[in-house]
């Protein structure tokens, strides 16, 4: 039974164009991150919401835009897709406060043309 | 410089052996220490957390915070092949906007070999 799930797994498109990954948790976690992982393996936070509220907004292009309609969903749109926009996208969740068990996602690959 | 640092490698080391992971930070605001494993086009997965300085035992797994050198280790005893994977250090501190968030290392190539 998946904990955190992710669509699409992969994504390929072109510059300039319009996309959204979806996330959906079923582990009744209140708090839903955005991370973004490079070529090299660094993982940075982009976004978190608590209760469907934003709480962190890292500084990312505000082409960038999450949204949570619930608590067990944060959606991620990407406006304008940039070639500096490829990399994985993972999901993740934890119960509040509980940023260090935190459970990922399987990961979005995105590969922008 | 980085927040945190950690040594990518890539490490391969004999089935069997004493496998060292380290990372090092510069926020000593940091309280919660994290390591994560995540195998080739998987997710992280979290292997063990800390609070503060000390260790932490885990089956083969042992974990250790020095604040005072802000150093942190894991160690990975009799090492087998399905160890083989990134390990990522991460340690909790607080966002621009006084939220927790995660800082992670740039994680560590290991290969276990039969």
């Known amino acids: 039974d998946t904990a955190v799930s992710q669509t699409p797994k992969y994504l390929v498109t072109q510059m300039g164009n319009d996309k959204s990954i979806k996330c959906e948790q079923n582990l009744g976690h209140d708090t839903m991150y955005w991370y973004k992982q490079d070529s090299k393996k660094f993982l940075k936070i982009m976004f978190s919401?608590?209760?469907?509220?934003?709480?962190i907004n890292e500084t990312v292009p505000n082409r960038f835009s999450p949204k949570s309609p619930d608590k067990a969903h944060l959606n991620l749109h990407i406006n304008s897709l940039e070639l500096g926009d490829s990399a994985v996208y993972f999901c993740?969740?934890?119960?509040?406060?509980?940023?260090?068990?935190?459970?990922f996602g399987p990961g979005t690959r995105l590969l922008v043309l | 410089q980085k927040e945190v640092e950690q040594d990518p490698g890539p490490l391969s080391v004999p089935e069997g052996a004493i496998v060292s992971l380290n990372c090092t930070y510069s926020?000593?605001?940091?309280?919660?220490f994290m390591w994560y494993r995540q195998y080739s086009r998987k997710g992280p997965e979290l292997l063990m957390y800390?609070?503060?300085?000390g260790n932490k035992e885990d089956g083969r797994f042992t974990a250790q915070v020095d604040k005072s050198s802000k150093y942190i280790s894991l160690f990975i005893r009799d090492s087998q092949p399905s160890d083989s994977a990134t390990y990522l250090c991460?340690?909790?501190?607080?966002?621009?906007?006084?939220?927790?968030?995660?800082?992670f290392g740039s994680g560590t190539q290991l290969t276990v070999l039969p």
């Open positions: 993740a969740s934890s119960q509040e406060g509980g940023v260090e068990t935190q459970y």
């Open positions: 919401y608590n209760n469907k509220e934003l709480i």
């Open positions: 926020n000593s605001a940091f309280q919660y």
């Open positions: 991460a340690m909790e501190g607080f966002s621009s906007g006084s939220a927790r968030q995660l800082t």
């Open positions: 800390t609070y503060s300085s």
